[in-house]
């Protein structure tokens, strides 16, 4: 058994509770991890307080955490590029982070110039950017305007954006201003009146990615002229308005992965300011992404 903060039901932070789970062997093309850091992100506390059920049905005694980083344990059947004792980034699409082990499916090695923590910080953040560009087709020259610019997503989306030569424009708190001018895009204000704004900055825009889901769609579709180079992460309201709902694509994650890894293992891509805290504070730091009292990435170390 592995020590593990568990979902006693859907609620408010403190249904997060210290518990045990059993994780067993790995199975075909599985490897078990013994966690090491497991990374936090907004869509855990989505998760935690109910309200992607229909996406993620959890059981009492579900873990959360779709992210971590740790040191491989067992191999399962087919598993050849690593082996017991090696240093692993996961990526985990059904939960589980949250826990001393972790069977996983999805990995890339830790390079040695890659903290745990930083491991732990870009596995979800990662996919996810890599993956809508790929989907949005954004191609050198371009213009990306990026709903979210300071988030997990939206750090390394800007980078990965620019490397490919295009450009950006980051709609971010007026305070996360200068953190996205340090990456290299064009600041913008979220609210009332953002498609005046963008276009103050830029002829055209050609692509949208939504990393905030915050309600900025309809000033994205009138930029975009239309739904077609649209995609969001996590608006409720996507289907509505037409606009594609982004969701991982199994064969395509391993190759994000290995994609981005070196980039931070070079120090070419950087993350977003994290904080680190125990696993058992899990509780206490929902309690203060939800208040707003926390703006960094949070890593719990295990």
Known sequence: MAKAMVLKGYGPPDVLVAGE?????????????AVKCAGVGPTDLEVRAGYLQAVYPLDPGAVLG??????????????????PGDPVAVFL???G?????VLATYWVRKPGSVS??????????AEA??????????AAGETLLLLGGAGSVGTIATQLALARGASVIAAVRPGDFATVEKLGAI?????????????????RVDAVMDAAGRGGLPDALQLAGGPQRVITLSDPHAVDLGVRLSEPVPERIRPELEAVIPMLASGALALRPRITAPLGDVAQIHRRLESGDIHEKVVLTI
């Open 21 to 33: 789970v059993e994780v067993g062997e790995p199975g075909p093309g599985q490897i078990r991890v």
């Open 66 to 83: 779709f992210e971590a980083s740790g040191v491989v344990e067992a191999a399962g059947a087919g598993v050849e590029d690593v082996q």
């Open 93 to 95: 699409p059904g939960l």
């Open 97 to 101: 982070g949250y826990a001393e082990q």
């Open 116 to 125: 745990w923590a930083d491991a732990a910080a870009f596995p979800a953040s």
């Open 129 to 138: 950017a890599a993956r809508v560009l790929d989907q949005l087709g954004l």
């Open 187 to 203: 600041p913008v204000a979220y609210g009332d009146g953002l498609a005046g704004r963008v276009r103050v900055d830029a002829d």
